[in-house]
């Protein structure tokens, strides 16, 4: 079964602070994700990457940046929190399937979110 | 950008019903996948149907797709307790990125 990892369950940072949120996956998956979820909006994509050092915008990076070194591990980052970063964060990895222009999503497997609080 | 939107947003059953959830989406799409969200867990993919696809089946879950209507529906069918979660449905236009939009979801809710 694929793994996905996240460093934290819960974590309370203040504002200002700069915040990490880890993550990793063992199934050697190319595509990492981050995600926020708030009540009445679902999953926002934040930043993702197909590969390792390469990355891309989703529809919500303002304040967010992301790194990827090794293959495994996908890192979010909250330059300076505010307040209203405060929600539930996933993580979420899968394979590439397909060659040239015949390319077919895969199954998302995600971790088990980091709630957090920013003060 | 909401790509999938699920329809009813809450919903209760008795255990042994069946429990029909649609998502209606509106541009084209190469797949649409089914979710399903345990309380403050992470999601758990239930389900993938391609768009060449109307019908697909995985245990007590079907799932339906029409194209021409863009939208879907999951069908859960002898409900029980441990099916109480929250289930989204997301679309992918295909592409080596494998990215989804995710719906709002729908909240079953089982009672036993």
């Known amino acids: 079964d694929v793994k996905v990892t996240q460093s934290s369950r819960y974590l309370v940072k203040r504002t200002g602070e700069k915040v990490f949120l880890e993550c990793v996956q063992d199934?050697?998956?190319?595509?990492m994700f981050w995600y926020r979820q708030d009540p009445g909006l679902g999953l926002r994509l934040i930043y993702f990457?197909?590969?390792?050092?390469?990355?891309e915008k989703g529809d919500i990076p303002e304040g967010y940046s992301v790194s990827r070194e090794k293959k495994e591990r996908f890192s979010l980052i909250l330059e300076s929190a505010s307040t209203n970063q405060t929600s539930m964060y996933l993580c979420?990895?899968?394979?590439?399937?397909?060659?040239?222009?015949?390319?077919?999503?895969?199954?998302?497997?995600f971790g088990d979110g980091t709630r957090l609080s920013i003060l | 950008s909401q790509q999938g939107e699920e329809d009813p947003q809450a919903l209760s059953i008795q255990e042994g019903e069946n429990a029909t959830m649609n998502c209606s989406y509106k541009?084209?799409?190469?797949?649409l996948q089914w979710y399903r969200q345990n309380s403050g867990r992470g999601l758990v993919h239930l389900i993938l149907?391609?768009?060449?696809?109307r019908e697909k089946h995985s245990g007590r879950l079907r799932v339906t797709l029409d194209t021409s209507k863009k939208s879907s529906s999951l069908l859960i069918t002898a409900s029980r307790a441990a099916d109480t979660a929250s289930y989204f449905c997301?679309?992918?236009?295909?592409?080596?990125?494998?990215?989804?939009?995710f719906g709002t979801g729908t909240l079953l809710a089982v009672q036993p």
């Open positions: 199934m050697d998956h190319e595509n």
């Open positions: 997301a679309t992918g236009k295909g592409g080596a990125t494998n990215k989804l939009i």
């Open positions: 979420a990895s899968s394979h590439i399937t397909g060659t040239g222009t015949r390319w077919s999503n895969q199954p998302q497997h």
């Open positions: 149907i391609r768009s060449n696809e």
């Open positions: 541009t084209s799409i190469n797949n």
């Open positions: 990457s197909y590969d390792v050092k390469m990355k």
